[in-house]
T-cell receptor
Framework: AQTVTQSQPEMSVQEAETVTLSCTYD???????LFWYKQPPSRQMILVIR??????QNATENRFSVNFQKAAKSFSLKISDSQLGDAAMYFC????????????FGKGTMLLVSP | ETGVTQSPTHLIKTRGQQVTLRCSSQ?????VSWYQQALGQGPQFIFQ???????GRGNFPPRFSGLQFPNYSSELNVNALELDDSALYLC??????????????FGAGSRLTVL
């Protein structure tokens, strides 16, 4: 069974600084997708970034980028130029690429952003 | 394009009662998944419906049941409520049944408190 581990319950960053959130996972599959979701106090899960395991190039979305290390089964999220609106719970998630599959989430990391 | 809407947003029930939660999927989406998010935890998969049929289920007892309607909206029913059922229930819709690439669109959830 797949597992997703986020070892940082809480992280803090100052506005305009850079922060990295860690995620490791375990799977026997060779093709899969990894995701970072943001859950603000409004509770709605918002997709931040997605990475396919077969793509060696790390995904980027504006200020958000990932460091995907397939052999190490590591998938960290880097937020550059942090903004107050980035404050939220961040969840790392895994999903098999083909066949029946559901999202498996980690426990989340609370990101605090201070002025 | 409308997103995923859930109702009610909050509700309080007592142990032993039954509850129905509702979800309207995003326009064009034919698959609905339900997740339970306990306090301080990541979401856990309950089940998934594709074109009105359940086609996947997580580790939840039979007192958790669901329906999907011809317009692809969905209901989650929980019978014989227990204190541990207190959680945020998230609905997510997507297009297509089997593809890890499918992006799930989440609703803001229904917060259930069981007393």
């Amino acid at each position: 069974a797949q597992t997703v581990t986020q070892s940082q319950p809480e992280m803090s960053v100052q506005e305009a600084e850079t922060v990295t959130l860690s995620c490791t996972y375990d799977t026997s599959e060779s093709d899969y997708y990894l995701f970072w979701y943001k859950q603000p106090p409004s509770r709605q899960m918002i997709l931040v970034i997605r990475q396919e395991a077969y793509k060696q190039q790390n995904a980027t979305e504006n200020r958000f980028s990932v460091n995907f290390q397939k052999a190490a089964k590591s998938f960290s999220l880097k937020i550059s130029d942090s903004q107050l609106g980035d404050a939220a719970m961040y969840f790392c998630a895994y999903r098999k690429a083909s066949g029946y599959s559901t999202l498996t989430f980690g426990k989340g990391t609370m990101l605090l952003v201070s002025p | 394009e409308t997103g995923v809407t859930q109702s009610p947003t909050h509700l309080i029930k007592t142990r032993g009662q039954q509850v129905t939660l509702r979800c309207s999927s995003q326009s064009g989406h034919n698959t609905v998944s339900w997740y339970q998010q306990a306090l301080g935890q990541g979401p856990q998969f309950i089940f998934q419906y594709y074109r009105e049929e359940e086609n996947g289920r997580g580790n939840f007892p039979p007192r958790f049941s669901g329906l999907q309607f011809p317009n692809y909206s969905s209901e989650l029913n929980v019978n014989a409520l227990e204190l541990d059922d207190s959680a945020l229930y998230l609905c997510a819709s997507s297009q297509g049944r089997f593809s890890g690439a499918n992006v799930l669109t989440f609703g803001a959830g229904s917060r259930l408190t069981v007393l």
